[in-house]
């Protein structure tokens, strides 16, 4: 018996055939949907985490609050033995301190009188010291011209910005900025190199520079505005992070306004809103997949039903029982259900690899963005995306069988005969 | 030569809602059908053939009165018991053949011998020798759509015979026959009448297959208009 059903079930196309690619093509959709979705949200996550929030961020409880006006006066102090307790205290994270300011770049002739200016955002990095924050911003990939800072006194310009104030490589310029006690800062640079990250906002004009240099130009000496922290497993996991700041701040948060607090990415800026969205829309998609999905293969079970009835009289007739049709109809559903999905996972996991590994470039429509926002998509292919389309196409079949089946179900049995001889 | 009450029909009335009203598409109907008989329901369009034939193959059920078949009082069965009567003890022969288009000619004999539970090899005995009733054998591995009309109708006779049922019930199986082909079929129905004493109760208006008939009802609007036993030397 249930060789005949299989026989039948392999044999009638628009029995299996049809209904196995419609699940097929929805399962590959919802697949490759969430890898790309998770891709784009966890890069987007990523990059701000990379280049302005880090997985978690050591302030002062008053920089804390103007964050974004980089209030360098209200820097942490002493961070040299901040950095110490920090590193003992978590060792699977890697901390960087790092200060962030606002300044003008003025590039002189050779008479010393200017011959050109732009306004900068200015990164001082751990760039001699150790590898970390050269990795973490892939600066030897930015490099498009010149080399990376070895020295004190190298720094590197956007390309592009570069390019406009007509510096290259080599060439000397002066950071006109505000000191860490309101007075006036001045100090000489030569450009070691030109970057570009392919994020607009850092793309149009910044200036990065070892952290010694930015010190000594800002006098900041063994101060920073922020320190950053990265988990050394690479990517960032909300709830690890925010029970790692709650427990640095339970420790050392006080009443002091330059008390440091630690903030988790999700607790800067409206970083948090993007960190839930990123939690709960796959939980969406999904279910709008199983409605969706549900709503074609009931109709193409209605379709598929009615071309059945013959089927369906004939068996009845037989001596079949009504049950045991109904029942034989579902398993037959099952069995498309997870032949659809399975291949439906296999292409949407194929096409997500190729977006994983090649990535596609849209650049072209992120000019002027100010969000920071990766300028290549990558897909990025989670566990989960073995299983989000799986079931959700098994389900959806047996669901829109079920459906459909009732049909055939409660009508008489001899007015299946009735609409068999129309 | 004593004979015996397979179907009994009692009182029985079949009415069908039809908007606010009821349809009687059978009215008061007294009928009993001995064993090995080779009866018609023979009436125009319309006449309630068909109804009666789908209540006696407890495909439907009287709205009033009894129908008695094989012992079993249709209107009481339940779904399962109904199926379980059409499994064990009738056949179905239909005018557009009903076979399974993507099952071979062999499958679709050998169906309901599955839904009996009869082993393998005793299936494949069985199919073969109902193949060969029908003459057939040479197309066991065919499917329907490259069989011709009167071919398909042979293999339903087959499948509607190969469990060898008391009671086979066709409804209209010349109709879509040329002359050749329906008086085939007819005399091989027939033979199996006789060989194996299987009561065939055709609905039908085509005077080829009464000519065969050995009882004649002639329904007319859901009543017996005249019901005459006919002695004939074939
Ligand atoms: N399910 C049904 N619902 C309503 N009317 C029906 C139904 N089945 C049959 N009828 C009506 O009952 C009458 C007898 O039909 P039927 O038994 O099919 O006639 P025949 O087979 O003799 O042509 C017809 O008028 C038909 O329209
Ligand atoms: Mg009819």
Redesign the interface.
């Known amino acids: 018996m249930i060789k005949f059903l299989i026989k039948g079930l392999l044999r009638d196309k628009s029995r299996s055939r049809l209904p196995i690619m419609v699940v097929a093509i929805g399962v590959t959709l919802t697949v490759f949907m969430h890898a790309y979705i998770t891709g784009f949200m966890g890069d987007t996550i990523e990059m701000n985490a990379r280049f302005t929030t880090g997985h978690v961020k050591v302030m002062t409880r008053a920089y804390a609050e103007d964050a974004s006006l980089l209030p360098n006066d209200l820097a942490l102090m002493q961070i040299e033995e901040l950095l110490d307790s920090l590193r003992s205290l978590y060792p699977d994270m890697s901390w960087s301190p790092r200060i962030q300011f606002g300044g003008l770049i003025d590039v002189p002739d050779s008479a010393g009188e200017t011959r050109s200016q732009g306004t900068a955002i200015g990164w001082g990095l751990e760039l001699i010291a150790n590898q970390d924050e050269l990795n973490r911003l892939d600066l030897q990939k930015a490099l498009r011209s010149g080399h990376l800072p070895r020295k004190s006194g190298d720094a590197l310009l956007s390309h592009t910005f570069a390019g406009k104030l007509g510096i290259a490589p080599g060439d000397e310029f002066t950071l006109i900025s505000s000191t860490m006690n309101g007075g006036m800062a001045m100090y000489n640079f030569r450009l070691s190199g030109t970057v570009h990250f392919g994020v607009e906002i850092m793309d149009r004009g910044s200036i990065i520079a070892d952290l010694k240099d930015v010190q000594l130009a800002l006098e900041m000496e063994n101060a920073a505005g922020e320190i950053t922290g990265f988990s050394n497993t690479g990517f960032y996991h909300n709830n690890q992070a925010e029970k790692l700041s709650d427990s640095f701040n339970s420790k050392f948060k006080t009443d002091d306004e330059f008390s440091p607090v630690m903030l988790s990415l999700s607790q800067q800026g409206n970083m948090g809103q993007y960190v839930q969205m990123s939690e709960v829309w796959s939980a969406y998609v999904s279910l709008i997949f199983i409605f969706a999905m549900s709503l074609v293969l009931w109709n193409a079970g209605l379709l598929g039903g009615l071309r059945r009835y013959g089927e369906v009289g004939i068996r009845l007739a037989i001596g079949e029982s009504k049950g045991h049709v109904y029942r034989s109809m579902i398993a037959e559903s099952v069995f498309i259900g997870i032949a659809g999905s399975v291949t439906g996972t296999a292409i949407g996991l194929g096409f997500a690899w190729l977006l994983q590994t090649y990535g596609l470039d849209i650049s072209g429509m992120m000019q002027g963005a100010s969000l920071m926002m990766p300028t290549i998509i990558k897909a990025r292919i989670t566990p989960t995306d073995f299983y989000i389309g799986f079931f959700p196409g098994v389900i959806s079949t047996v669901i829109g069988t079920l459906l459909s089946g009732i049909g055939i179900y409660r009508r008489q049995t001899a007015k299946l005969f009735k609409e068999l001889e129309a | 030569m004593e004979t015996q009450t397979i179907i009994s029909v009692k009182e029985m009335y079949k009415r069908f809602p039809m908007g606010k009203t009821e349809f009687t598409a059978l009215e008061n109907l007294n009928l009993d059908f001995a064993q090995g008989e080779f009866t018609g329901l023979i009436g125009p369009s319309g006449s309630g053939k068909t109804t009666l034939l ?1 209540i006696l ?1 407890s ?2 059920v009287p709205t009033l009165g009894e129908a008695t078949v094989l012992g079993k009082s249709i209107g009481k069965l339940n ?2 018991e ?7 003890s ?1 056949g ?1 022969i ?3 053949y ?6 071979t000619v062999f ?1 679709n004999v ?3 011998l ?2 009996l539970k009869i082993p393998s090899q005793e299936r494949r005995k069985m199919v073969q020798e109902a193949l060969e009733w029908v003459g057939l054998s040479d197309k066991i591995r065919s499917k329907p759509p490259q069989l011709s009309g009167g071919q398909c109708q042979r293999v339903a006779i087959a ?1 509607a015979m190969v469990k060898k049922p008391k009671l086979v019930l066709a409804d209209e199986p010349t109709a879509n026959l040329d002359a050749a082909n329906s008086h085939h079929i007819l005399k091989t129905m027939l033979t199996l009448n006789q060989e194996l004493k299987t009561t065939f109760i055709f609905a039908t208006h085509d005077e080829k297959v009464i000519s065969y008939l050995n009882r004649k009802i002639y329904l007319l609007d859901g009543r017996v208009d005249k019901d005459e036993v006919v002695t004939h030397n074939k």
Not at chain 2, 82 to 88: F, G, I, K, P, T
Not at chain 2, 98 to 103: G, I, P, Q, R, T
Request: charged fraction near 25%; glycine fraction near 4%.
């Open positions: 789908n193959g495909l439907d779904t399962h109904a199926a379980m009567l059409r499994r064990e009738l179905f239909f005018q557009s009903n076979l399974l288009a993507v099952h499958e050998e169906f309901p599955l839904l499948r």
